[in-house]
């Protein structure tokens, strides 16, 4: 009974032990203690835009302001380059003149193409004028309709996903069971959204974080948004719920397999080396959030695996809710669409297939999405027990034990609790 017990919150013990070996770090929450030097020239005089992110149609043209503030003791040239398509017509050279103080210039953007680029602006002498920070990212479509279009595409399959856990919750409440529920799915899924929050927050709230991400990107963006910091932790959050629910419903014999407490342990550990190594400042907080994304893409390649294997063991889908599937099936599908939208509409066909992880993952959760589909309406339909018959739930055969990531559960008193859908 104790092993039983201790399995059930070998978990929840894992998350606690790595929260809090980040928490006693505060450098990994932005406080002082790690300077990062970010290289540019230090002059009395800098050049700035007016804003950094210009998104504009093939067919029109806009300006943008280059200010100068400080003092200039010569003349300077500006002159810009591309760094990216080569989508903007030639923008003239700017010279600025001692004198004023504050200085400020139109700049024409004009597309010659369809794509995104940076464009950087280049001081002669180099050494008068800090010009760092004058940069513009600048996006040119073929549609302003289809970057709504994507826009709305992409809010659909964002209250896709975040519905797609409650299916499962309300199937394990209304049944007071969660038997059929695969807990290796669970516990990896618990962890793949605590990491992916781990991200997320300290990305987008550290500073230390940022300035280090941009130090390696210097025209680049913070690739974490709001809702997805809202997301990571709805998820995660919802995914602890479902952890509740296996620890006070009824679960028959089903535990966490010594395989997925091999993985999880595994994980816990390094984490924990990542983040005593931050602290001791041997990597950088950016190199420990790029370990903890790893973690989460290796996740999310096998966190499927146990639930369709267990649903072939039972000859069932019982307790496993389709609704959660449907869901995700409708996120991912839109996903990977607004993925083509965007591509088209850029022209930037190498965010699919120059860098085919993204996609490649999206296509792999659809795929597997298609296949519990196959499970729920054609190969099991109706199979309301987990042995691929209808009679005695109680008397259905136990399957042989197993301590495998994919064999960790019996099949007793597979959906002796309620209706199962």
Not at 327 to 340: E, R
Request: charged letters at 10%; hydrophobic letters at 45%.
């Amino acid at each position: 009974m104790a092993a039983t017990y201790a399995a059930q919150y070998f978990l929840v013990v894992v998350f606690l032990v790595t929260g809090v070996l980040l928490m006693v770090s505060p450098v990994a929450l932005g406080s002082p203690g790690e300077k990062v030097m970010i290289g540019g020239a230090i002059n009395a005089s800098k050049c700035t835009f007016n804003t950094q992110d210009v998104t504009l149609q093939y067919t029109s043209v806009q300006n943008v302001t280059l200010s100068k503030s400080g003092v200039l003791l010569e003349n300077v040239t500006l002159f810009f380059t591309l760094e990216g398509d080569n989508i903007l017509k030639e923008v003239p050279n700017i010279t600025l003149t001692p004198g004023s103080d504050n200085q400020s210039f139109a700049v024409t953007l004009e597309p010659s193409g369809v794509g995104h680029t940076t464009l950087v602006v280049n001081a002669t002498p180099p050494n008068m004028t800090d010009v760092s920070s004058a940069f513009l990212r600048v996006f040119v479509s073929h549609s302003k309709e289809l970057d709504y279009f994507s826009d709305v595409v992409g809010w659909v399959y964002f209250v896709a996903w975040s519905v797609s856990f409650y299916p499962q919750t309300y199937s394990n409440w209304r049944r007071r069971s969660v038997i059929g529920f695969h807990f290796d799915f669970l516990s990896l899924n618990v962890v793949g959204f605590f990491m992916y929050s781990v991200f997320n927050i300290c990305l987008y709230w550290s500073p230390i974080i940022q300035s280090q991400y941009f130090h390696r990107h210097p025209y680049g963006v913070n690739p974490v948004q709001l809702n997805d910091v809202i997301f990571s932790i709805h998820a995660f959050a919802a995914c602890m719920i479902q952890v509740f629910q296996c620890c006070m419903y009824e679960r028959g014999d089903q535990h966490v397999s010594k395989t997925a407490k091999v993985i999880l342990g595994a994980i816990a550990l390094v984490t924990g080396v990542m983040v005593v190594l931050g602290a001791a400042v041997v990597v950088q907080w950016l190199d420990f959030l790029y370990y903890v994304s790893y973690v989460k893409l290796f996740i999310t390649l096998i966190k499927y695996i146990p639930q369709a294997y267990y649903n072939y063991q039972r000859k069932s889908t019982s307790g496993w809710s389709i609704g959660n599937i449907l869901l995700d099936f409708t996120g991912g599908t839109l996903s990977i669409a607004q993925m083509f939208i965007l591509a088209y509409n850029y022209h930037d066909w190498s965010s699919i297939f120059g860098d085919p992880t993204k996609f490649g993952l999206g296509l792999f959760s659809v795929v597997f999405d298609i296949f519990f589909m196959i499970q729920h309406y054609v190969l099991y339909r109706g199979n309301g027990d987990g042995s691929g018959y209808h009679g005695n739930l109680l008397a259905s055969p136990q399957l042989t034990h197993s301590s495998s990531l994919t064999e960790s559960v019996s099949s007793v008193d597979y959906g002796a609790t309620g209706s199962i859908h």
